[in-house]
């Protein structure tokens, strides 16, 4: 069996097994599919604010007929049975907070080379927004775009947090929960084209993609977002991890570098 079938094989099965899951807990109202481009290989760009996002996401992405490829922690492919899985199924490991982020980009790269629909999470990680609005983005999104000149697209959804809180133990699943899902068009990245990809560049084109994604989830709430975009780092949070919730790393005192993600 090629490589491509057994993927195809492997997501079918999860497909089979998740889904039915997924509509009994969960009512779902999707907008927005026609924006999907076209061509392979194009970047995904959704908001995060709960550990079950890529199951939303990849739902939505797997009825399009789009398999869903996602940037995923590199500890994870060493977990039993799911390791296997995200393996078989092509996702892409990311070396977070390592000197082998950059190589993750690399396999990014590869993979969207190969026609693939890539899910980056441009906050890096679960948003730590007190009011869940999207964060301060990183640049790996941008840097992905404006190299390999794919359209970058952002999805906006509401309502997963619902049914499992951020970080929470366990899932809230009665009454049945609705999550809503919007695909917007593509970001407009034109006026970066062809400039030399420099942090002031990868910084205007992330606020960009995270500025376009911020409307989207306002229109979905419908309440207006902060004028300020939450920035863990200038507010001494950690970048990853949960410790910044029980205020661990929260106060700013620590004097211990956080080293960039793939997403920087």
Not at 204 to 224: C, N, P, W
């Amino acid at each position: 069996m090629t490589e491509s079938n057994k993927s195809r094989v492997v997501f079918a099965l999860l497909a089979g097994s998740l889904r039915p899951v997924f509509n009994i807990f969960l009512k779902k109202q999707w907008q927005g599919a026609e924006n999907l481009p076209k061509d392979p290989g194009f970047i995904v760009c959704p908001n995060h604010v709960t550990e079950i996002d890529p199951v939303v996401v990849g739902h939505f992405l797997y009825n399009q007929g789009r398999p869903p490829h996602f940037l995923a922690k590199a500890s994870l492919f060493k977990v039993p049975v799911l390791g296997p899985a995200l393996s078989a199924t092509n996702q892409v490991p990311v070396e977070r907070i390592t000197t082998g982020a950059a190589g993750s980009l690399d396999a990014a790269r590869e993979a969207l080379a190969a026609g693939r629909t890539l899910v980056i999470y441009p906050e890096g990680t679960l948003t730590r927004d007190p009011d869940l609005w999207p964060m301060k983005g990183r640049t790996g999104a941008a840097r992905l775009a404006l190299q390999t000149g794919v359209p970058v697209i952002p999805i906006a959804h509401w309502g997963a947090q619902e049914a499992f809180p951020r970080y929470a133990k366990f899932p809230k699943l009665f009454p049945r929960k609705r999550v809503r899902l919007v695909v917007g068009k593509p970001v407009d990245l034109s006026e970066f084209a062809g400039l030399p990809v420099t942090k002031a560049v990868l910084d205007a084109a992330t606020e960009r993609i995270m500025s376009d994604l911020t409307d989207m989830v306002s229109k979905l709430r419908g309440a207006q977002p902060p004028t300020e975009r939450w920035n863990p780092v200038a507010r001494g949070q950690r970048q990853v991890g949960r410790s910044f919730e029980n205020g661990a790393g929260g106060s700013g005192t620590s004097t211990k570098p956080i080293q960039p993600e793939a997403g920087q």
